[in-house]
């Protein structure tokens, strides 16, 4: 497939440009211009980059990119990322926010879906847009029973576990990566567990005052979902091969 229509159709099908991000989403470094196999990972990072030219691969998709906004020079480990790119005629995609939004192959709609929500619904707001998904398991259960459903799911540990809501939860609130502050926002939703990536120092005496439970998966761990379940609809659109490069930051 030439890149140049596959980076049209990530943009439009990703709605790259529809919401305010600090990421410059898109194509961030262009590398050979047929593409056959996609790599996936969170990170852009030069072990990132020499695992994806070991795997073959002539572009990689990243949900945190190079380049976010401000200008940056090409010089140390920037530079060193940048020439590896090259040197693999790698191309370089990246996705920040609207592969935490989207309704399809989002972070959040694909923990959602992992989980076996039933009735998801948009849930939270950031700047004008559903922040992420709420919906409810098919039966209640524990905070520890629903922590364990989380490591399952995504073959990562769950960091940190705030028991200051109900013993038992149903109703489940999700924004990925570091959503600790939309707390409040969990709170008014009346979820029963707060599902969100990162541990936040400064959401702890809300969340407690608040008396919502909260479980962080970890920034890596719940932004991995996204990665696959596009890896997925990509290899099954196209018939192009695609592989995931777990490279985890335990955080």
Same mark, same amino acid.
């Given at each position: 497939m030439k890149r140049d229509e596959l980076v049209s159709y990530l943009d439009e099908y990703l709605q790259a440009? %529809?919401?305010? #991000?600090?990421?410059?989403n898109g194509l961030q470094v262009g590398g050979a211009e047929q593409v056959t196999r996609l790599a996936f990972a969170v990170d852009a990072s030069l072990a990132t980059f020499e695992t994806a030219r070991a795997a073959g691969a002539q572009m990689l998709v990243v949900h945190h990119g190079l380049f976010w906004s401000k200008p940056i020079m090409v010089t140390g480990i920037h530079l060193r990322r940048i020439q590896t790119l090259l040197d693999a005629d790698l191309s370089l995609y990246a996705s920040h926010l609207p592969l935490d939004f989207h309704v399809e192959v989002g972070n959040n709609a694909t923990l959602a879906r992992w989980l076996k929500l039933?009735?998801?619904?948009? +849930?939270? #707001?950031?700047?004008g847009h559903p922040a992420g998904f709420a919906g409810r398991l098919s039966q209640p259960c524990s905070l520890e029973q629903f922590a364990a459903q989380v490591e399952q799911s995504l073959g990562e540990p769950v960091l940190r576990i705030w028991p200051f809501g109900s013993d038992t939860v149903q109703k489940v609130g999700i924004v990925s990566g570091g959503a600790g502050p939309l707390v409040s926002q969990a709170a008014e939703a009346g979820v029963d567990v707060y599902l969100t990536g990162e541990v936040s120092h400064v959401a702890y005496h809300e969340a407690q005052e608040l008396g919502v439970n909260v479980v962080y998966g970890g920034h890596y761990g719940t932004e991995t979902a996204g990665l696959k379940s596009? %890896?997925?609809h990509l290899s099954d659109r196209f018939g192009l091969e695609t592989? +995931?490069?777990d490279l985890s930051t335990g955080a």
């Open positions: 440009r %529809a919401i305010e #991000d600090s990421s410059n039933e009735g998801v619904e948009p +849930f939270g #707001d950031y700047k596009l %890896a997925e592989t +995931f490069l």
